[in-house]
């Protein structure tokens, strides 16, 4: 059974500019969605997008994985007017309906998990409903205009643990067959099964309010994971924390880089100890490649703009944990691996936002011996495995 799914993302955005690709936790929006569908159980994701950038970024960043596409959506199903449904109709004929199961993902619900995806799916699969949708159990008490309690006695008000509360959609995730949608030309029709979610994730992202509390949503659910393990591989950025975060630049580009001996040193000693060492970072840079040939680190990603997806992906490949992972970033395109990492570490120098978020600051700069620092703390931490 082919099961996929289409994340429709819009160029324009009135309420919050550039929405989908602005930096939630140092990512751009819609990746948090994606993320999680490329670890669910669907066979393809595809971005459907009238933005050329999402598209070129999407093809660029999620090379690691064949689950992933990117699609142009027209200009007419991507105005201010257009329906969603409009543009689910536009892609499958761009695929030929070439699908048993369609999942739609909103970018706009970013708490939504790869269970949360599983669970629609099965709906379907296991539990022959047409479609399904994700909503959240509420116990809140609605009124209408008319001064009336719609869903509670205003005479036998009810205790919350006594009250089943009501559902409410919240526009997360929803999953259709092929044929129900075929017949009906809508997300959701037929026998339709119901996907209860946390009551954080009823948050939508239309306003700056949303978008401060689903980002603290977002940072504490990675710190609440968080456990701590022996450190068997260390991550490192590097400009920021190889380097002081300066580069000089001649005409022909990109010049010259500072890096300190002594943290090469320390990467050496911890090695010895069995500390694996990688390197993470979103510049293109060939003094980079050549200077960690030198320190003979192996695994090294360069260019890459979505860590966090990245490192899940290591980590599956190679069957690590999150909590044997020390990481060391200082700026905020770190910050959800920061949050999520067994230990995280910062230079003394790094971005406040990281530093109010890491584990451990240190007290050595970034190309003055911060990585030297953070190695002998792993090496003293792992003593007691």
Same mark, same amino acid.
């Given at each position: 059974m082919?099961? #996929?799914?289409v994340i429709?993302l =819009?160029?324009?955005s009135?309420?919050?500019i550039?929405?989908?690709k602005?930096?939630?936790?140092?990512r751009?929006l819609f990746?948090?969605v994606l993320?999680e569908? %490329?670890?669910?159980?669907?066979? *393809?994701?595809?971005?459907?997008?009238?933005?050329? !950038?999402?598209?070129?970024?999407?093809?660029?960043?999620?090379?690691?994985t064949?689950?992933?596409? +990117?699609?142009?959506?027209?200009e007419?199903? +991507?105005?201010?007017?257009?329906?969603?449904?409009?543009?689910?109709?536009?892609f499958?004929?761009?695929?030929? &309906?070439?699908?048993?199961?369609?999942?739609?993902?909103?970018?706009t619900?970013?708490?939504t998990?790869?269970?949360?995806?599983?669970?629609?799916?099965?709906?379907?699969?296991?539990?022959?409903y047409?479609?399904?949708?994700?909503? /959240?159990n509420t116990?809140?008490?609605?009124?209408?205009?008319d001064?009336?309690?719609?869903? &509670?006695n205003?005479?036998? =008000?009810? =205790? =919350?643990?006594?009250?089943?509360?009501?559902?409410? !959609?919240?526009?997360?995730?929803?999953?259709?067959? $092929?044929? +129900?949608?075929?017949?009906?030309?809508?997300?959701?029709?037929?026998?339709?099964?119901?996907?209860?979610m946390?009551?954080?994730?009823? &948050?939508?992202?239309?306003?700056?309010?949303?978008w401060?509390?689903?980002?603290?949503?977002?940072?504490?659910r990675?710190?609440?994971?968080k !456990?701590?393990?022996?450190?068997?591989?260390?991550?490192?950025?590097?400009?920021? /924390?190889?380097?002081?975060?300066?580069?000089? &630049?001649t005409?022909?580009g990109e010049?010259? $880089?500072?890096?300190d001996?002594?943290?090469?040193m320390?990467?050496? %000693?911890?090695?010895?100890q069995? /500390?694996e060492?990688? /390197?993470?970072?979103?510049?293109?840079?060939?003094?980079?490649?050549?200077?960690?040939?030198?320190?003979?680190?192996?695994?090294?990603?360069?260019?890459?703009?979505?860590?966090y997806?990245?490192?899940n992906?290591?980590? *599956?490949?190679k069957?690590?944990?999150?909590?044997?992972?020390a990481y060391?970033g200082?700026d905020?395109?770190?910050?959800?691996?920061?949050?999520?990492?067994?230990?995280?570490?910062?230079?003394?120098?790094?971005?406040?936002?990281?530093k109010?978020?890491?584990?451990?600051?240190l007290? $050595?700069?970034?190309?003055n011996?911060? #990585?030297?620092?953070?190695c002998?703390?792993i090496?003293?931490?792992?003593?007691r495995?």
């Amino acid at each position: 059974m082919r099961k #996929i799914a289409v994340i429709p993302l =819009r160029k324009g955005s009135k309420s919050i500019i550039g929405k989908n690709k602005r930096k939630m936790v140092g990512r751009p929006l819609f990746t948090w969605v994606l993320k999680e569908a %490329i670890f669910s159980n669907l066979d *393809e994701v595809y971005v459907f997008t009238d933005d050329i !950038e999402i598209k070129s970024f999407v093809e660029k960043q999620y090379k690691w994985t064949k689950k992933v596409k +990117a699609m142009l959506r027209s200009e007419d199903n +991507a105005n201010d007017t257009a329906s969603t449904e409009n543009a689910l109709i536009e892609f499958n004929e761009k695929i030929n &309906y070439d699908f048993d199961i369609l999942c739609l993902l909103q970018a706009t619900s970013p708490l939504t998990t790869y269970q949360d995806i599983n669970k629609s799916l099965y709906a379907i699969q296991n539990d022959n409903y047409d479609s399904s949708i994700t909503v /959240v159990n509420t116990h809140r008490f609605t009124w209408n205009n008319d001064g009336k309690p719609l869903n &509670y006695n205003l005479f036998k =008000r009810p =205790r =919350r643990q006594d009250f089943e509360g009501l559902l409410i !959609e919240n526009g997360a995730v929803y999953c259709t067959t $092929k044929e +129900a949608f075929v017949s009906s030309k809508n997300r959701l029709s037929g026998n339709i099964g119901i996907i209860k979610m946390p009551e954080d994730s009823l &948050y939508e992202i239309d306003c700056e309010t949303d978008w401060n509390i689903v980002e603290s949503l977002l940072i504490s659910r990675l710190k609440k994971q968080k !456990e701590s393990a022996k450190i068997t591989h260390l991550i490192l950025d590097v400009d920021g /924390v190889f380097t002081d975060g300066a580069i000089s &630049y001649t005409k022909e580009g990109e010049h010259a $880089k500072s890096f300190d001996m002594r943290d090469g040193m320390g990467l050496e %000693i911890i090695r010895e100890q069995g /500390v694996e060492i990688m /390197v993470m970072t979103s510049e293109q840079s060939e003094l980079v490649a050549q200077r960690m040939k030198k320190l003979n680190i192996e695994n090294v990603y360069i260019g890459v703009k979505d860590k966090y997806a990245l490192l899940n992906y290591i980590l *599956e490949e190679k069957s690590l944990a999150l909590a044997n992972i020390a990481y060391i970033g200082d700026d905020v395109n770190d910050l959800a691996n920061i949050s999520s990492v067994g230990w995280s570490l910062t230079p003394n120098n790094a971005t406040s936002l990281v530093k109010q978020h890491a584990d451990i600051t240190l007290t $050595k700069d970034s190309g003055n011996g911060a #990585i030297r620092e953070a190695c002998e703390f792993i090496l003293n931490y792992n003593k007691r495995f």
